[in-house]
């Protein structure tokens, strides 16, 4: 159930004869909750009761809430970041105006009398707050960075106890064998851990190769 928003509810209140008043807290012991299916019943009531009044009190969403502040994220990674702004530009389309609930009651004898209505529509969104997404964000990419370092170790295991490594004594070789090496069908899922290639002197694959010769050649003279 859509609550509808104020403008349209002070509308509603005066074409019934009663005069809308807006309240920003309620604080009353003495509360009645009537049963009604919605916001008509409860004008309805009220004008043929003879209240001259119905007052109203809403709740909303606040945006800060569920958008991840820049401050929190500004050193992380591109990545990261892009992944970020999505859900914030996402939050963003969301009409917080619209409300969270809604409160209508009368006066008799210093008694309230009224009716709650609720719809939490974000919630049916499965929307997040800003505390819990950051979170959620920040466990995927901690689980993404730990299987690329498994699988950097793999690859780097790999070339490392290959037959012809040895024999890859400058950068250009180097280059080539591992290009050559990611072409085999079973060692393609190893290709995002060096893309883009670049070339024999600069780039991904130089970065890679380098320092797993440098491992190499440690594993060498320590046996």
């Known amino acids: 159930m859509t609550i509808i928003k104020n403008e349209e509810l ?96 009368v006066l008799e004898n210093g008694i309230f009398i009224g009716v709650h209505l609720i719809e939490p529509w974000l919630e049916k969104q499965s929307i997040r707050t800003a505390d819990d997404t950051i979170e959620m964000i920040d466990g995927k990419f901690n689980e993404i960075k730990s299987q690329r370092q498994d699988d950097e170790n793999k690859l780097r295991n790999i070339v490392i106890n290959h037959p012809e490594f040895r024999y890859c004594k400058n950068q250009e070789i180097r280059y080539w064998f591992l290009v050559n090496l990611l072409k085999n069908e079973d060692m393609e899922k190893y290709r995002y851990l060096v893309e883009p290639y670049g070339i024999p002197h600069n780039g991904n694959i130089k970065m890679f190769m380098d320092k797993t010769w440098s491992l190499f050649k440690e594993t060498e003279l320590k046996s």
């Open 10 to 105: 002070v509308k509603r209140i005066i074409n019934n004869n009663l005069a809308p008043i807006k309240v920003s807290d309620i604080k009353m012991s003495n509360q009645v909750y009537l049963d009604f299916d919605g916001i008509e019943g409860f004008i309805n009531y009220a004008n043929e009761a003879s209240f001259k009044s119905v007052y109203y009190y809403y709740t909303y969403y606040n945006i800060e809430d569920y958008k991840i502040p820049f401050e929190w994220y500004n050193e992380y990674s591109k990545e990261f970041k892009n992944e970020v702004q999505l859900h914030n530009q996402y939050i963003e389309s969301f009409d917080f105006d619209s409300p969270k609930s809604l409160t209508l009651f």
